[in-house]
Antibody, heavy 122, light 108 residues
Framework: EVQLLQSGGAFVQPGGSLRLSCAASGFTFSAYAMSWVRQAPGKGLEWVSA????????YHADSVQGRFIISRDNSKTTLYLQMDRLRAEDTAVYYC???????????????WGQGALVTVSS | EIVLTQSPGTLSLSPGERATLSCTASQSIRSTYLAWYQQRPGQAPRLLIY???NRATGIPDTFSGSGSGTDFTLTITRLDPEDSAVYYC?????????FGPGTRVHIK
């Protein structure tokens, strides 16, 4: 059974930093791309970042480009999202999601983590 | 960026009824790169349909997807109280991969 266990959500001041983690099990982690999708309170879903199974290629939405970095440690089967220079508009529940293939283009999300709430406020 | 519009915003139906949810894209979606997700209150999204019409693992056949080009439909036959949720369509054929705003299905 695929499991994605998230940790790291917190209350942070504007300009601060936070790292989210997503521990994966139940599948060959390195064979699949992974993504982060966020959902602002009461809002819809936004694809934020993605990384190929090998970790060689990454994607970041324009809204987080230059502030967020996605990475993975295949030896620890864990996905990360380093978030710097946080803004109030980054407040959201962040979900890690497993892509259906080793690359993140032209793939859908077939499993999701439970979510982690990030609140950015002074 | 492809913008997805979903209608209606809210659907209120009784158990056993049929629900028809629409998803319209601002431009044609490449190949069959469209998915549907269900999000129950307080839960993470769950994949229902991928590739326009393929049911994900464990999804009952009361859920079906159809469409092409810019117009897509999710149909739920014989609504169950557990189907009360927000349903999102997503295109993954053109980056950035985008979601629709969702349709809320309320079971009377």
């Amino acid at each position: 059974e695929v499991q994605l266990l998230q940790s790291g959500g917190a209350f942070v001041q504007p300009g601060g930093s936070l790292r989210l983690s997503c521990a994966a099990s139940g599948f060959t982690f390195s064979a699949y791309a992974m993504s982060w999708v966020r959902q602002a309170p009461g809002k819809g879903l936004e694809w934020v970042s993605a990384i190929t199974g090998s970790g060689r290629d990454t994607y970041h939405a324009d809204s987080v480009q230059g502030r967020f970095i996605i990475s993975r440690d295949n030896s620890k089967t864990t996905l990360y999202l380093q978030m710097d220079r946080l803004r109030a508009e980054d407040t959201a529940v962040y979900y890690c999601a497993k892509d259906s293939r080793g690359w993140y283009w032209e793939t859908h999300f077939d499993n999701w983590g439970q979510g982690a709430l990030v609140t950015v406020s002074s | 960026e492809i913008v997805l519009t979903q209608s209606p915003g809210t659907l209120s139906l009784s158990p056993g009824e049929r629900a028809t949810l629409s998803c319209t894209a601002s431009q044609s979606i490449r190949s069959t790169y469209l998915a549907w997700y269900q999000q129950r209150p307080g839960q993470a999204p769950r994949l229902l349909i991928y590739g326009v019409s393929n049911r994900a693992t464990g999804i009952p056949d009361t859920f079906s997807g159809s469409g092409s080009g810019t117009d897509f439909t999710l149909t739920i036959t014989r609504l169950d109280p557990e189907d009360s949720a927000v349903y999102y369509c997503q295109q993954y054929g053109s980056s950035p991969f985008t979601f629709g705003p969702g349709t809320r299905v309320h079971i009377k």
